[in-house]
T-cell receptor
């Protein structure tokens, strides 16, 4: 089955700086890679996703890049703000043949230092 | 209908007792997923339903676990003879026809087995 590794487990950055979180996956058939943000005591929320036919996707201050050859994908947050502090999870899925489950990484706790 | 609702939010039970959690999905969503999240880990897939049919179960779902979605609306997850290792956050998510591309998570039920 799929295995997703995520690094780093904790990350502290100064407000206004950029943050990068990296994930690697094992199953070359995976074709969908979402990122979820989970604030303390709240539900995971999808913030951005990318499919395997695209190398990069951007939404305002958030971007995701995918390298299918190396089987890794990364989340980039620019101009970080205090409200970006949360735990971020990457996930991977092979959505072919009706599969609908996500395999998650272990999470990165991002702290923005004012 | 403002989202996925899970009850109770917290449950403390003694080892050996049975517990049942409920998930009410977004009303128009026909797909419902259960995940388990332990401290410091990402969510792990347990099972999922399309309408009332349970289509996939993880190896994590031992014989003590059972999930139902009798009328294709709300779902229950029951754990019999609870063990301390069952202590975790149990997350429910729902999705429409977008499947893995359109998860909306609930806020979870935190189970503590003492």
């Amino acid at each position: 089955g799929e295995n997703v590794e995520q690094h780093p487990s904790t990350l502290s950055v100064q407000e206004g700086d950029s943050a990068v979180i990296k994930c690697t996956y094992s199953d070359s058939a995976s074709n969908y890679f979402p990122w979820y943000k989970q604030e303390l005591g709240k539900r995971p929320q999808l913030i951005i996703d990318i499919r395997s036919n695209v190398g990069e996707k951007k939404d305002q201050r958030i971007a995701v890049t995918l390298n299918k050859t190396a089987k890794h994908f990364s989340l980039h947050i620019t101009e970080t703000q205090p409200e970006d502090s949360a735990v971020y999870f990457c996930a991977a899925s092979d959505t072919n043949f009706g599969n609908e489950k996500l395999t998650f990484g272990t999470g990165t706790r991002l702290t923005i230092i004012p | 209908d403002t989202g996925v609702s899970q009850n109770p939010r917290h449950k403390i039970t003694k080892r050996g007792q049975n517990v049942t959690f409920r998930c009410d999905p977004i009303s128009e969503h026909n797909r419902l997923y259960w995940y388990r999240q332990t401290l410091g880990q990402g969510p792990e897939f347990l099972t999922y339903f399309q309408n009332e049919a349970q289509l996939e179960k993880s190896r994590l779902l031992s014989d003590r676990f059972s999930a139902e979605r009798p009328k294709g609306s709300f779902s229950t997850l029951e754990i019999q003879r609870t063990e301390q290792g069952d202590s975790a956050m149990y997350l429910c998510a729902s999705s429409g026809d977008r499947g893995a591309y359109g998860y909306t998570f609930g806020s979870g039920t935190r189970l503590t087995v003492v």
